[in-house]
Structures are given as structure tokens and as C-alpha cells.
């Protein structure tokens, strides 16, 4: 990697990786793929997020989906870890609560494969620093 | 602001979002952009802006960050040192750890920030041992910033250099106060030192240091984006910005919430928190963890800043929030934060190593239901002594939790030593379990699960507990088909 040298440089590489994540977002859907972000820190890990993100990764693939899973911090949702985020392509992304084995199958078959909404989703109840306006 | 969401993401803006071992995706957030951008700045320009986006530290004293930063970068010196400090000893709290598992390289990214205004090339992070995952990812992170270039040397091909090291606490509570924090780097026992000197002007080896906590530099690589106004358009008057809150105890939605100063304690237990858990009554809320206090039900409505708990007789402290219902005994729960301060005590000086133990003592004879209204005038005296004689923050604050339960739950404590009753239920030995000879059938059922033989009967006729035998376990209670058994 080449250092990065001036603003212009860092510009070019969020530039890069959001042109690529763009095309797997907003492609249609015979295209876009699927984004799993699973919460892996220390409260997720301990409630099983582990072996939810294998098991994901796994069934995506028996059922040849094509999906990208990711780790992530903390979201926050401690009462509900482990805590996975789905983005369908052209979608809005959805948080889902509650993810062991078992809902990430439920998940699997009804959200991604049938486009219904199943099990504990968890409303987004905070604004971004992007959202955020000076009142 | 949307009136449904009353939180903000700023520290915790890319926590969840982000892959937090891959600075790609860091820098696709608009990461390193404000250190890039320090860099076209003047070290005064940059301080000015945090001076004027009025953010205090998070670490618990709410000293204003900007006027730090000026201060260390006034002191001459050859060698000057950044310092993060990751102790994070605040029983439940996690609000640091979130954002180093989660967003490491934004304390990279203000780090190196600090190190440009105050004149600082070296900067060292102090993150306890037992938290391996973060540790893992700020390692991978520093590897990643170190390729980059975006640590070492001429960074933005500017004439900047600043690297940055790990150093491991073994999780001391103590080690968290910053002069102690600093011992124990330079590999000294961890116990705190008088004040002045401060570490801005003499800190790790006699160097000037400027320590800040996790979430104070978390918020840093924002206020250079968004402008010092836009930071300042959110909070209260002299409390700006967002708090991290590990939301914990007898609310439905336990996690870590961010949510503006001035936002209410009632929002924050009943909207984001979602209300008390199986729908008991709330009691209280502790905040500012050892240090801090318990606020109660009139308390609900007061905006939280650093200044407004205070008033109320807690603190902010790094951000532990703990609720309590109805079934909770405010006199336990003292204890209970008083058992971890006679834990943590370093021993150093008179009035906290040995005033907290005698509380502590005095607490354990009012739970064990052999404490007298004398007892109470002692507790709140000593605790006195211990605010005003301690040499640092620790022993100047461990009474908190004893004073702050004592003025908002007298009754309770009265309750204790006058009528020898715990009003909550929790208090073992002031409790009794009774048989109602009208209900019981005589089924002996009790009898035989009671451990210790504290039962006796005739079959088909009412049992009776022995009050001097039982030993409280409970069995009997559980057992009875016909509750028949009730507790006093
Ligand atoms: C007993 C004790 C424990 C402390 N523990 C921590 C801690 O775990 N993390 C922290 O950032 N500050 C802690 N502090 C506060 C630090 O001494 C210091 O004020 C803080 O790190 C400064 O950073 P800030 O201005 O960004 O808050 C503690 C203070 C005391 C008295
Ligand atoms: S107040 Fe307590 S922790 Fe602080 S120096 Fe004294 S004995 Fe040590
Ligand atoms: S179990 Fe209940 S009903 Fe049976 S003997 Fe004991 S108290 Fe009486
Ligand atoms: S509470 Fe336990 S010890 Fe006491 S009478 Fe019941 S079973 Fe026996």
C-alpha cells in the first residue's frame, strides 16, 4: 500500500471503497449481494455472535447466496445480542435481535430469500452525526 | 430533533457500522480526514476549535479539553507525551471498550491530533489487561496506521512525526486516576500523587503528558469536521456535546446508549430503556459508578450535565448507569459499592484505608439487623471525614454512594435500625419466614426440605418454624403447595 500523502491521497481510498460497496448496495437484485454486518465485540462474542457469524456464513453458502458477512463493534443492544445487521440490495438495512442459530436460519429463508420481515428487529432510535443539523 | 430519537451517534458513530480491523473502512467514513486537516491548521487554530466547542473530559472530572491541550502545549519541554487512558475500572461500565473494539482508530486519529497541537511525537495508550479484543484490534490498527503512514514519520508529508505504543494495566481501579496511571507506566507501584504538579507539566518520566480518557478523543476527529459550532448547538449551557451511557440494572433495553446533555434521566430509563423490567416500580438510579450517587424519582426530570448531578449529589462519572425497582435495598447497595472501594483502595493514605473499611463495618452491622440510630450519625460523619482528608479522587468520593442513599432513603435506613426491617425484602437477616396456621394443612412437605430442621409438626396439623434455627435458605417458601408460608 502506497503511504497515504495528502488529503487528496485519503479522498481516493474512501472514494475506492465506496464506489465498491455502492455497486454491491444498489445493483439490482440479480446482481447486488448481500450484507451481513454480525456485532462481534467483547457482549456479542459472549452471547454467542461467534457462532452465529460460522453458521451464517455456512447456510449462505449451502444455499449458495451470495452474501458478504462482516464483523462489527458493538451496536449497542446488549439486551438483545447477538446482533446482526442485514442489508438487502436496494434496501434500507434491518437489525435483528435475538440472532442464534436457529432466527439466523429464520432469517435466512424469510428475510433474504423471501423478503419478509421475521423475528425481533430493532428500530434504528438515534440520529448520525450526518443527520444531525444545527437547530 | 426527530422527537422519537433521542439519541445522538457521535463517539459511538461508527461502532456497528464499521469493520473495525480494516482502516479502509474507517477512512470510507470520512477517517484521518481531520487529522489531515489539523495539519493545514496552526496547533493554536486547532485548540481553539476545541476550545470553543466547549467538550469537557469523559473520564469523570469534566475538565475543559481544550484548555488542557493549551496548557501542556505552553509547557517547554524536549520529549512531551499523549496519553489515553483505557482503565476503565467503573464496575459495569464498558462504554471505552465499546469504542476501541469497535472504532479504534478514531483514538489513533485524535491522538495523533493532540500530539500535533501540544508538541507531543510519542503517545501511549493504558488499556487494562483482562480486555483482550480491544487490545487485539488497537494493535491491528496502529499496524494498519503505521502502513498508511498515517503514523510515523512526516505524516500527510508534513514536517510531523507521531507513533504510538501499548502499555497494559492490570486492572486497578486506582490505576485509572492519572497520576497513578502514570506510575504505574513508568513501572512504579500505581498509587496516586498530590496535585499540582498536574501531568500536563510534569507527567510519564517528568515529561508534560496530556492524559484524556477514550471517549473525550473519540469525539475530537467530529468537532474538526462538523465545526466547534455544530458540537456546541448540542447540549446545555456548560455541558456540550453527547454522553455515553452502559444503560444496566432493572430496565427492559440494557446496552449503551449516547444521548445529548440535557437529556432527562426520565427519557433516558423510560423511553430509550424502556421502563422498568416485569413492570415493578423504579426506585432509583446510580450514577458515576464508586464515586457517584443514587438519584431518585424527584430527580427524574432534571436535565443530566455534568453540573446538574452534581447538584443532585451524584456525578457523571465515566458513564455507568445502573436502575433499581422496588425490590433493590439502598442500604445493600451502599455496601455493595462500598465492599469494591475498600477493594480498590491503594492504602496509601489513613482516611481511605481505614475510614472505608469502618463503613463499610458499620454498613454490614445495619444489614445484619444489629445497627443503631447511633450508628447512622456515625456513618454520615466518618463519610465526611473521608470526602474532605483523602489524597485522591478515589477516597475523595468514596462515600458518595453512602451519603447520597442515606439523604434520599432515610427512612429506609431507619427502617433498618429502629424497627429491624429491611423495607425491600432483601436484607436476609432481617427477614422471617412465617407459617399462617390458618392456611397450613399440615402437609409436611416443608419439613422435610428444610435443611436445618427448623420445622416441626404433627402431620395433618399447622407446622411451625423455629426463628432461632432457620437459616433463611428460602426451601420451605418455595416448597409450600398452599402459601401458606410469607415472609416478614
Ligand atoms: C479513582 C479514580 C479512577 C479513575 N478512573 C478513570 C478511568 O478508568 N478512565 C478515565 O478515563 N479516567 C479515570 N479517572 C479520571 C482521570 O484521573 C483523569 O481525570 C482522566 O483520565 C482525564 O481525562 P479526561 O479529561 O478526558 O476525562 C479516574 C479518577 C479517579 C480519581
Ligand atoms: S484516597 Fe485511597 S486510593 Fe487514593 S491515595 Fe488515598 S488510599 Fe490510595
Ligand atoms: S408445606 Fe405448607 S401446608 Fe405443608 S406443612 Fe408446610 S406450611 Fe403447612
Ligand atoms: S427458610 Fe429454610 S431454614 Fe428456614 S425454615 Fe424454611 S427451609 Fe428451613
Redesign the interface.
Known amino acids: 500500500?502506497a503511504?497515504?500523502?495528502?488529503?487528496d491521497d485519503?479522498k481516493k481510498?474512501?472514494e475506492?471503497?465506496?464506489s465498491k460497496?455502492e455497486l454491491q448496495k444498489n445493483g439490482d437484485k440479480s446482481l447486488g449481494i448481500v450484507q451481513i454486518?454480525v456485532?462481534m465485540?467483547?457482549?456479542g462474542?459472549a452471547s454467542g455472535a461467534k457462532k452465529t457469524m460460522d453458521y451464517l456464513i455456512n447456510e449462505l453458502d449451502n444455499r449458495a447466496i451470495d452474501a458478504v458477512v462482516?464483523?462489527?463493534?458493538?451496536?449497542?443492544?446488549?439486551?438483545?445480542e447477538p446482533t446482526i445487521?442485514v442489508t438487502l440490495p436496494g434496501k434500507e438495512p434491518v437489525v435483528f435481535g435475538y440472532v442464534d442459530e436457529k432466527r439466523a436460519g429464520d432469517i435466512i429463508e424469510k428475510y433474504i430469500q423471501g423478503g419478509e420481515l421475521v423475528g425481533d428487529v430493532i428500530p434504528?432510535?438515534?440520529?448520525?452525526?450526518e443527520e444531525?443539523n444545527?437547530? | 430533533m426527530a422527537k422519537d430519537k433521542k439519541q445522538i451517534r457521535i463517539a459511538l458513530r461508527n461502532c456497528g457500522f464499521i469493520n473495525p480491523e480494516n482502516i479502509d473502512e474507517y477512512i470510507a467514513r470520512d477517517g484521518y480526514q481531520a487529522l489531515g486537516k489539523a495539519l493545514e491548521m496552526t496547533p493554536e487554530e486547532v485548540i481553539d476549535e476545541i476550545k470553543k466547542s466547549g467538550l469537557r473530559g469523559r473520564g469523570g472530572g469534566g475538565f475543559p479539553t481544550g484548555l488542557k491541550w493549551e496548557l501542556t502545549r505552553k509547557v517547554e519541554a524536549e520529549q512531551k507525551y499523549v496519553v489515553c487512558n483505557a482503565d476503565e475500572g467503573d464496575p459495569g461500565a464498558f462504554m471505552d471498550r465499546s469504542i476501541l473494539e469497535g472504532d479504534p482508530h478514531t483514538v489513533l486519529e485524535a491522538m495523533a491530533i493532540n500530539g500535533y497541537c501540544t508538541g507531543a511525537s510519542k503517545g501511549l495508550i493504558y488499556i487494562r489487561a483482562e480486555y483482550p479484543l480491544a487490545i487485539e484490534r488497537l494493535k491491528i490498527a496502529i499496524g494498519q496506521a503505521r502502513e498508511y503512514g498515517l503514523l510515523g514519520d512526516k505524516i500527510f508529508g508534513k514536517d510531523f512525526s507521531f507513533d504510538i505504543e501499548l502499555r497494559y494495566g492490570a486492572g486497578a481501579f486506582v490505576c485509572g486516576e492519572e497520576t497513578a496511571l502514570i506510575h504505574s507506566m513508568e513501572g512504579l507501584r500505581g498509587e496516586p500523587t498530590v496535585k499540582p504538579p498536574f501531568p500536563s507539566e510534569s507527567g510519564y518520566k517528568g515529561a508534560p503528558t496530556n492524559v484524556n480518557n477514550v471517549e473525550t478523543y473519540a469525539n475530537i476527529p467530529v468537532i474538526l469536521l462538523k465545526g466547534s459550532g455544530w458540537f456546541a448547538s448540542i447540549g446545555t449551557e456548560k455541558s456540550k456535546g453527547t454522553k455515553v451511557f452502559a444503560l444496566a440494572g432493572k430496565v427492559n433495553n440494557v446496552g449503551l446508549i449516547e444521548v445529548p446533555m440535557g437529556t432527562t434521566l426520565r427519557e433516558v430509563i423510560f423511553d430509550i430503556g424502556g421502563g422498568i423490567k416485569s413492570g415493578k416500580k423504579f426506585k432509583a438510579v446510580q450514577t458515576g459508578g464508586p464515586s457517584g450517587g443514587c438519584l431518585t424519582e424527584k430527580h427524574l426530570d432534571i436535565p443530566i450535565d455534568y453540573d446538574n448531578l452534581i447538584a443532585s449529589g451524584s456525578m457523571m462519572g465515566s458513564g455507568g448507569m445502573i436502575v433499581m425497582d422496588e425490590d433493590d435495598c439502598m442500604v445493600s447497595v451502599a455496601k455493595f459499592y462500598l465492599d469494591f472501594t475498600v477493594e480498590e483502595s491503594c492504602g496509601k493514605c489513613a482516611p481511605c484505608r481505614l475510614g472505608n473499611k469502618r463503613l463499610y463495618e458499620i454498613l454490614d452491622t445495619i444489614t445484619q439487623g444489629k445497627g443503631t440510630e447511633d450508628d447512622l450519625f456515625k456513618l454520615r460523619n466518618l463519610g465526611n471525614v473521608i470526602k474532605d482528608t483523602s489524597l485522591c479522587g478515589l477516597g475523595q468520593t468514596s462515600p458518595n454512594p453512602v451519603l447520597s442513599t442515606m439523604e434520599n432513603f432515610y427512612d429506609e435506613y431507619l427502617a433498618h435500625v429502629k424497627d429491624h426491617k429491611c423495607p425491600a425484602g432483601q436484607c436476609k437477616a432481617l427477614m422471617s419466614y412465617i407459617i399462617n396456621p390458618d392456611a397450613c394443612v399440615g402437609c409436611t412437605l416443608c419439613a422435610r426440605v428444610c435443611p436445618v430442621d427448623a420445622i416441626s409438626g404433627e402431620k395433618k396439623m399447622p407446622h411451625v418454624i423455629d426463628q432461632s434455627i432457620c437459616i433463611k435458605c428460602g426451601a420451605c417458601f418455595e416448597k409450600c403447595k398452599f402459601g401458606a408460608i410469607f415472609i416478614e
Do not use: D, P, R
Open positions: 500500500m503511504k497515504v500523502k495528502s488529503l485519503l481510498i474512501k475506492e471503497f465506496l460497496e454486518k456485532a465485540a467483547t457482549c462474542i462482516t464483523q462489527t463493534g458493538c451496536m449497542g443492544y446488549c439486551y438483545a445487521e434504528v432510535n438515534y440520529e448520525t452525526i444531525h444545527i437547530e
